[in-house]
């Protein structure tokens, strides 16, 4: 079966470091472009990054360039999301998803992660 | 950014009504764009692929048509499950951007 499956929620302070992931199974990571969307409370879908784990090529967001740092480890099939900083509006659902055809980088995404709930609080 | 606007925000329905979601992009986006479903508590669900193109296992009431800067997505006749929310997604450009969601809701 295919899948992708997260990491679990998260809580912290302003100002701490994080890092979640998605391991993908059942298929072969490096083919696919894995990518991360963010739902705030109450919101909608924000595309935030894609990254090809084959050779680690990356696309974000201008909304999200320089506030998150996306990453993978093919040696473990694993996407990463990360902050260095954290502020309260990071708080949301975090979802890793994959794109429907291999190595394609003009696709949508066909498997969702579960998501990762990220609450920022002091 | 291609900036994607859906239309209705929220859209009141019965059971068996037939139901049609626009979508429309800022700049011609081709054929380049995906419908999915959410349901609350949910990870997103692929419904359509490029414009048109319904995705294996979803079933046949659901339907995406347009091309170029407009699209939508209809459903023929709306069941109990399909009480969810809606949303466009444009894969054409170099940042891809969703639109702002549409939900359906019991009438």
């Known amino acids: 079966e295919v899948q992708l499956v997260q990491s679990g929620a998260e809580v912290k302070k302003p100002g701490e470091s994080l890092k979640i992931s998605c391991k993908g199974s059942g298929y072969r990571f490096t083919h696919y472009w894995i990518g991360w969307v963010r739902q705030m409370p109450g919101k909608g879908l924000e595309w935030m990054g894609i990254i090809y784990p084959g050779d680690s090529e990356i696309r974000y967001s201008p909304s999200f360039q320089g506030q998150v740092t996306i990453s993978a480890d093919k040696s473990i099939n694993t996407a990463y999301l990360q902050w260095s900083s954290l502020r309260a509006s990071d708080t949301a659902m975090y979802y890793c998803a994959r794109h429907t055809t291999a190595a394609d980088i003009y696709d949508a995404f066909d498997i969702w992660g579960q998501g990762t709930m990220v609450t920022v609080s002091s | 950014d291609i900036q994607m606007t859906q239309s209705p925000s929220t859209l009141s329905a019965s059971v068996g009504d037939r139901v049609t979601i626009t979508c429309r992009a800022s700049q011609s986006i081709s054929n380049w764009l995906a419908w999915y479903q959410q349901s609350p508590g949910k990870a997103p669900k692929l419904l359509i692929y490029?414009?048109?193109s319904l995705e294996s296992g979803v079933p046949s009431r659901f339907s995406g048509s347009g091309s170029g800067t407009e699209f939508t997505l209809t459903i023929s006749s709306l069941q109990p499950d399909d009480f969810a929310t809606y949303y466009c997604q444009q894969y054409s450009g170099y940042s891809r951007t969703f639109g702002q969601g549409t939900k359906v809701e019991i009438k």
């Open positions: 490029k414009a048109s």
